[in-house]
T-cell receptor, first 116, second 112 residues
Framework: QQQVKQSPQSLIVQKGGISIINCAYE??????FPWYQQFPGKGPALLIA?????SEKKEGRFTISFNKSAKQFSLHIMDSQPGDSATYFC???????????????FGTGTRLTIIP | NAGVTQTPKFQVLKTGQSMTLQCAQD?????MSWYRQDPGMGLRLIHY???????DQGEVPNGYNVSRSTTEDFPLRLLSAAPSQTSVYFC???????????FGNGTRLTVT
């Protein structure tokens, strides 16, 4: 049962363009939504995260947009650069009660390639 | 700080062999976990630990054992390797159960 659906599976964007990766979730108990960035041969690293009390969070060129009613969230990379070429994973988990990272569910990943 | 250190980086096993994947962290993190990463399937939780002496099963625990005798170390044991266990394995830790995860650089395991 895939609780977090991520699309597209792969994405090619020209340098300077906007990269957009989308995720949808089913579990209404999810209230913490991180994005991880993974370079080849490395482990994933936390990029940015959002909680549902805000509809958008921006850190530099990276923005998460969150739509609670649609149960969707997306990552936007503005002015995409070749150094952004990596695999991106969305994830979700509940953060209330005693739950934590053991409940973190990952999407299937998006391989992003930025071409010059 | 070295962060999360995984050894070995690569390993080839024959079906039925056993081995231990090592994971160590030097950040005094209470929470540690093991994931496997397979193409098209994201990261799936194998086992996790909320502190020394405490472990629990994740989504895909069959065929794997863990123990946590110290805060720093969280080894993953494959008892009798099977081709279905061919994967990239990641160890991750966090300061507490709801803090951001820090991942190691993975162990690529091939079972023939």
């Amino acid at each position: 049962q895939q609780q977090v659906k991520q699309s597209p599976q792969s994405l090619i964007v020209q340098k300077g363009g906007i990269s957009i990766i989308n995720c949808a979730y089913e579990n209404t108990a999810f209230d913490y939504f991180p994005w991880y960035q993974q370079f080849p041969g490395k482990g994933p690293a936390l990029l940015i995260a959002i909680r549902p009390d805000v509809s958008e969070k921006k850190e530099g060129r990276f923005t998460i947009s969150f739509n609670k009613s649609a149960k969707q969230f997306s990552l936007h990379i503005m002015d995409s650069q070749p150094g952004d070429s990596a695999t991106y994973f969305c994830a979700a988990r509940p953060s209330s009660g005693n739950f934590g990272n053991e409940k973190l569910t990952f999407g299937t990943g998006t391989r992003l390639t930025i071409i010059p | 700080n070295a962060g999360v250190t995984q050894t070995p980086k690569f390993q080839v096993l024959k079906t039925g062999q056993s081995m231990t994947l090592q994971c160590a962290q030097d950040m005094n993190h209470e929470y540690m976990s093991w994931y496997r990463q397979d193409p098209g399937m994201g990261l799936r939780l194998i086992h996790y630990s909320v502190g020394a002496g405490i472990t629990d099963q994740g989504e895909v625990p069959n065929g794997y054992n863990v123990s946590r005798s110290t805060t720093e170390d969280f080894p993953l044991r494959l008892l009798s390797a099977a081709p279905s266990q061919t994967s990239v394995y990641f160890c991750a830790s966090s300061y507490s159960i709801d803090s951001p995860l820090h991942f190691g650089n993975g162990t690529r395991l091939t079972v023939t």
